[in-house]
């Protein structure tokens, strides 16, 4: 096999691959410019938005439910409760954990996310017929299937 068939013969998988990379870069980028002004990042919000579905949690079952970040977010729920966005408050049944909920600021923080991703979530919704975004989603599934982020992200939009 020549170098040039080899290349052409991955080249679908490759170009495949740098368009998913690209599109999770764009979209970070874009993302962050839609919160910019909240003064959080795209984590940070991730973990507002998670906590206002399914507080109070452990830091463990928080963890579990977050796509941006990777392993324990205990740095990232440390930056929240130095903004008073969150607070750590004792675990009635098991006195070694704490659980993890949002102060009155963070969930008027966390309910303003809504319209602070509205714009980017149109523009990408305009792009993109319904059936387009069923097949997508259903493709993205796919590829994810077995990974942390596919549990965290069924666990988070169960249908």
Do not use: F, N, W
């Amino acid at each position: 096999m020549t170098a040039d068939h080899s290349r052409t013969t991955r080249a679908p998988q490759d170009e495949l691959r740098y368009l998913l990379l690209a599109a999770q870069r764009e979209g970070s980028r874009r993302l962050g410019d839609a919160l910019r002004h909240l003064g959080l990042t795209p984590a940070q919000a991730e973990v507002l938005d998670v906590l206002a579905a399914h507080q109070p949690v452990t830091l463990a079952a928080l963890g579990r439910l977050l796509v941006c970040e990777q392993g324990s977010p205990s740095r990232l729920v440390d930056s929240l409760v130095q903004r008073d966005l969150v607070s750590r408050i004792p675990h009635e049944q098991d006195k070694r954990a704490v659980l993890i909920q949002l102060t009155d600021a963070g969930g008027t923080l966390a309910a303003q996310l809504g319209d602070a991703t509205a714009r980017l979530t149109t523009e990408m919704a305009a792009r993109l017929t319904a059936s387009d975004v069923d097949t997508l989603t259903a493709l993205l599934h796919t590829l994810l299937d077995g990974t942390d982020a596919a549990r965290a992200i069924r666990s988070r939009y169960p249908h």
